[in-house]
């Protein structure tokens, strides 16, 4: 099994940038794909990024297409989502999961398709 911590929430102003990073442990990183999600007050968890155990297949929800990168560094046990020109809408709680995939370049874009989920670090944008 693989544990995920999830970090570097904070608060920016709109239009700001922010880093939010998953460290993972307990198992071999690369063995896994990874997805952000968020989930806002009031609102169902949705998803946000994937990226495949490799890197090299990228997924992204169209509302942070072009605004946010996901990434992974599988040496270090790391994934980072890079947030930039943030709006207000972005605000929430953002989580990392991770899931057994099946090959390398293999994403996955649905809740149920990840087995483990991190606790989640608090983004808050202001207007």
């Known amino acids: 099994q693989v544990q995920l911590v999830a970090s570097g929430g904070g608060s920016v102003q709109a239009g700001g940038s922010l880093r939010v990073s998953c460290a993972a442990s307990?198992?071999?990183?690369?063995?896994?794909?990874v997805g952000w999600f968020r989930q806002a007050p009031g609102k169902e968890r949705e998803f946000v990024a994937a990226?495949?155990?490799?890197?090299?297949?990228?997924r992204y929800a169209d509302s942070v297409k072009g605004r946010f990168t996901i990434s992974r560094d599988n040496a270090k046990n790391t994934a980072h989502l890079q947030m930039n020109s943030l709006k207000s809408g972005d605000t929430a709680d953002y989580y990392c999961?991770?899931?057994?995939?099946?090959?390398?370049?293999?994403?996955?874009?649905?809740?149920?398709?990840?087995?483990?989920w991190g606790q989640g670090t608090q983004v808050t944008v202001s207007s």
């Open positions: 307990g198992d071999t990183f690369s063995n896994y794909a």
């Open positions: 990226i495949s155990r490799n890197s090299g297949v990228t």
């Open positions: 999961a991770a899931a057994v995939a099946p090959g390398t370049w293999a994403v996955k874009v649905t809740l149920q398709e990840y087995n483990y």
